[in-house]
């Protein structure tokens, strides 16, 4: 042990101040003063239980919230469920409440309504015509690109092809259902590439007064793991026995695979990132407790039984990682939180479920790597440690 | 004198250099596999995004409405613009014809099911299925099998299971049809049941599952749907599934308003648009548009996951560069007696560092190798298990690669190495410290 750092007390004041101290017991002292004494190297084993624990958290709080980040993202690619009327009737009018009362409010599902009805123009050219409603439509359709949403009455949103058509030159013109007339103006112009293209859009409630015809569709965009989606689809199904609940396959298996893919590639990346950062770990506390041996030795020397040794060397590793497990998981969450938002530009909602994980995770590499040299130091005679072979 | 200190020091103390050597592969390892993954994850989830299908479409300049409402064509079957069947192989020849994973084309016809007054109207739609097609000298095949992978063919019951080949995907040059699943139940059709369908008897050779409106109707082979509507080489649409790039500003400037340069440089990058505009260019008067709840969405996804793993990848370089540091710390620090010897024997600071730093470099060299070798397996590894492709590493890789690895290493020993040096050998020697 090194004294070029003399201590600034003289032994009486020393004496003086151990004996107002607090009483601890031998076993504690030697724990405190173990770490004081040593505190630089105490101080880089700990650091890197920080550093490791820091990144473990941050890999499991990703893994978790990411799946349901990218689920989300993955609802911009719009409705999963489609509840459509049996043989292309209405549905019930209470059909979009019944809709949303299966599927939230905790879900948070967003159901849109559309109507359908073939009207004619003045000149004879057949075009179908939907009513919906704009407010949901625009918050389920992100893709829809559309010039200007209809505010006012009889103000229509014109799909790009229907426009040519209809209206090439944007200005007000009349359509015909079932011999009642009405005028409509283009408001905006949508484009998809789809079949939306070729239809004019109208407000649900306008276009209920002209036609008379009720929602027959109602798109829903159902958070959630598949088997959620599932049980959502089975409620629709039997608290509206008069239509068709169906998955949209072509979203619900796109979302599936990709997102497995994705999951799988970063439970790969986790677990290659955790395997590293305990390895740091296991070699820099290795390190610290073989410095110790001659510590270890004069224990030994001065009559410690095998038992106490051991149970003095795995104590000081276990409070290493408890400490480290605890300030790293605070670290490791405002990570997560920090690539939450960069990435998705929403917060990683902190899973303090993983903490016993980290815990026991960061516990169990110290006392390994506490637990590997004292088996090595034992083979060896303490005169030996002490003697500086 | 100083190559033979090196020299004995590796093998004297073979089993201490093993274990910074393997912390040092290991490091080099994980991070390898990491920087290889994230560099290929974007190509790799795009291939995936594909099961999303088409983002694609072309049809005819002159296009008319679709008048269709739940899969129910109200339109005169013959009516509008229709694109060559004979022009579709030239979409291989295209700039980006490598991007191009798949097309299908798609000619729905209204055809009366029946006979008589029980007569009704039902559409069916012709399309490739595998279609084998051949451009120049390529050949390859086609077809919604590629374009569309969530339709699902299924066999009804099971009835047929005994004879597999009469039931399933139809043949392209066949009169096989597969039925929507709910006509099939409203009609109590069976694959291996024929079917009158515009006065010709056609067999049912499976039962068609997409969850859209083809659920609903009949799906046929191209040419049978051609025939039918006595319209030899008519198409109403193509859809096309293209690798994009992820759309940017650039991506959506008007080619025509370029300067020839810049032109060049759109036209030469994977956006959706130059595609399209390529599509255009290879198919008379087509128009080709991107499906944009497939095309826009895309883009979104591939970022949120490329940021993700390069986040990641950075969180695996930190904590392999720390791992390499820890464990050269834990070895300089353990030879500090050597130090002492060293230096009570007249040796300078310079002299001991220079030993230590041709050591660790050494090592770097060995452990970089090593893992680099260990990565590019790991990323392998990786790429076949999950993605079911290979993750090619990049050449360039290499040599970036083994100056990191001996850069961490320098950085991870430089501390401990002056640390040791500093320490007075008198204390070293009497193994006090």
């Known amino acids: 042990m090194s004294i070029t750092g003399t201590l600034p007390h003289t032994p009486k004041q020393v004496a003086d101040r151990r004996a107002r101290a607090p009483h601890t017991s031998m076993f504690t002292r030697m724990l405190l003063r173990a770490a004081v004494l040593r505190r630089r190297r105490a101080a880089a084993a700990l650091l890197a239980m ?79 015509v939907v009513g919906t409603d704009f407010t949901r439509a625009r918050q389920l359709n992100h893709w829809w690109k559309v010039s200007h949403w209809p505010h006012d009455p009889n103000e229509v949103l014109m799909g790009t092809l229907a426009a040519n058509i209809v209206s090439p030159n944007r200005q007000p013109f009349e359509l015909t259902f079932q011999g009642k007339v009405v005028e409509l103006t283009p408001a905006g112009m949508l484009q998809t590439g789809a079949g939306e293209d070729s239809r004019i859009y109208l407000d649900q409630s306008e276009f209920q007064n002209w036609t008379g015809v009720a929602p027959s569709t109602i798109e829903v965009a159902v958070n959630g793991t598949t088997p959620e989606v599932e049980t959502s689809i089975h409620k629709l199904a039997q608290l509206l026995p008069s239509a068709d609940v169906r998955p949209v396959r072509q979203i619900m298996e796109g979302e599936a695979n990709v997102l497995n893919k994705t999951r799988a590639t970063l439970y790969a990346a986790a677990a290659l990132v955790i395997l590293t950062s305990a390895l740091c770990v296991l070699a820099t506390l290795m390190g ?87 088996t090595m130091l034992r083979r060896i005679q303490p005169a030996m440690i002490l003697r500086g072979e | 004198m100083f190559p033979r200190i090196v020299y004995e020091s590796f093998r004297h103390q073979a089993r201490r250099k093993l274990l910074a050597g393997i912390a040092i592969a ?65 979409i291989r020849g295209t700039f980006w ?69 009469a039931c399933g995907w139809p043949n392209d040059d066949s009169q096989n049809i597969l039925v929507g699943e709910r006509l099939a139940t409203k009609l109590a059709k069976k694959p291996g049941d024929t079917l009158d369908v515009a006065g010709r008897q056609l067999t049912i050779f499976g039962i068609l599952s997409t969850g859209a409106a083809e659920d609903d109707e009949i799906v046929a082979p191209l040419a049978l749907a051609q025939h039918i509507l006595g319209k030899p080489g ?76 390069l986040l990641v990848t950075l969180a695996a370089l930190f904590a392999s560069a720390l791992a390499v540091s820890a464990a050269m710390a834990t070895a300089i620090f353990e030879r500090r007696v050597e130090v002492g010897l060293m230096k009570a024997l007249g040796a300078g600071s310079l002299g001991v560092s220079a030993i230590f730093f041709a050591e660790a470099l ?63 050998p008198v204390f070293a020697l009497r193994g006090e410290g």
């Open chain 2, 234 to 309: 008519a198409v109403r649409r193509v859809y096309l599934s293209a690798l994009t790039k992820p759309q940017d500003a650039f991506a959506t400037q008007d080619p025509n308003t370029m300067t020839p340069e810049v032109r060049d440089r759109w036209y030469c990058s994977p956006y959706v648009q130059s595609i399209a505009f390529q599509l255009q260019e290879v198919i008379p008067h087509s128009h080709a548009e991107q499906i944009r709840q497939v095309a826009q969405n895309e883009g979104a996804v591939l970022s949120r996951i490329k940021g993700l793993m």
């Open chain 2, 97 to 165: 014809h490598n991007n191009i994973v798949g097309f299908s084309p798609m000619l729905p016809v209204t055809v009366k099911l029946g006979s008589g007054s029980s007569a009704k109207d039902v559409t069916l739609v012709g399309t490739y299925f595998n279609k084998p097609l051949h451009f120049g000298k390529q050949d390859f095949t086609t077809g919604v099998r590629i374009t569309h992978p969530w339709w699902k063919v299924s066999c009804g019951d099971g009835r047929l299971e005994d004879s597999p080949a």
């Open chain 2, 362 to 424: 050494l090592l770097a060299l060995v452990g970089g190798i090593a893992g680099f070798s260990a990565g590019a397996l790991l990323a392998r590894q990786i790429g076949r298990s999950i993605f079911n492709s290979q993750i090619s590493i990049e050449p360039v890789l290499f040599p970036v690669i083994l100056a990191i690895a001996i850069f961490v290493t320098f950085a991870g020993s430089a501390a401990a190495i002056r640390r040791a040096v500093k320490f007075d």
């Open chain 2, 26 to 90: 290991l490091g080099v390892a994980v991070a390898t596999a990491m920087i290889a993954v994230a560099t290929d994850i974007g190509d790799k989830i795009n291939r995936e995004l594909r099961s999303y299908g088409a983002n694609l479409v072309v049809t005819p300049q002159e296009d008319t409405l679709d008048v269709e409402i739940g899969g129910v064509n109200l339109k005169p079957p013959s009516d509008g613009a229709f694109l060559n069947e004979a022009d579709l192989p030239k």
């Open chain 1, 288 to 374: 610290w407790v073989f410095d110790r041996r001659r510590d270890f030795a004069i224990m030994k020397a001065l009559g410690a039984s095998e038992r106490l040794v051991n149970g003095f060397f795995a104590a000081e590793a276990a409070a290493m990682g408890a400490v480290g497990a605890i300030l790293g998981f605070f670290i490791g969450i405002g990570i997560a939180v920090w690539i939450g938002r960069v990435n998705f530009h929403a917060p990683v909602v902190p899973r303090f479920s993983v903490f016993p994980y980290v815990f026991a995770g960061s516990v169990a590499v110290a006392l390994i790597s506490a637990i590997l040299p004292i």
């Open chain 1, 50 to 128: 920080i550093v490791a624990a820091a990144v473990a958290t941050a890999m499991m709080n990703l893994y978790v919230d990411v799946q349901a980040k990218l689920r989300s993202e993955f609802r911009n690619y719009g409705a999963n469920v489609v509840v459509v009327g049996k043989d292309g009737q209405s549905l019930p009018d209470d059909a979009l409440a019944k809709v949303e009362s299966a599927t939230g409010p905790g879900a948070k599902a967003l159901a849109v309504p559309f109507s359908y009805a073939v009207a004619r123009t003045n000149d004879g050219q057949s075009v179908v």
